[in-house]
């Protein structure tokens, strides 16, 4: 089974930038894609990012051009760059990994990584 250990979140000023990282453990698998979810306080969970196992992207409106998604196949990590935040970025950020074991293709959830833009 596939473990996930999300990282990087923390408190930022705006305009300021991080970057997410979600590392999957385990043995015999493939990152098939990503997808990118935050979860504002007292909001539904939405979704910012998702990525296809081609690499290919698609992007919320509200952060579209200022973040990006990533993967080191090498490491078995994908990345959420976050770039030019401001405080409605807020929220803490999970990441849904799809792995391909064998041919089956099963999705996990990072534990969340919180995320805070003030000045």
């Known amino acids: 089974q596939v473990q996930l250990v999300e990282s990087g979140g923390g408190l930022v000023q705006p305009g300021g930038s991080l970057r997410l990282s979600c590392a999957a453990s385990g043995s015999g698998f493939s990152i098939n894609g990503v997808d990118w979810f935050r979860q504002a306080p007292g909001k539904q969970r939405e979704l910012v990012a998702a990525?296809?196992?081609?690499?290919?992207?698609n992007y919320a409106d509200s952060v579209k051009g200022r973040f990006t998604s990533s993967v080191d196949n090498a490491k078995n990590t994908v990345y959420l760059q976050l770039n030019s935040l401001n405080p409605e970025d807020t929220a803490v950020y999970y990441c849904?990994?799809?792995?391909?074991?064998?041919?089956?293709?099963?999705?996990?959830w990072g534990q969340g990584t919180p995320v805070t833009v003030s000045s």
């Open positions: 849904y990994v799809k792995v391909d074991t064998w041919g089956v293709i099963a999705g996990s």
């Open positions: 990525m296809t196992s081609r690499g290919m992207t």
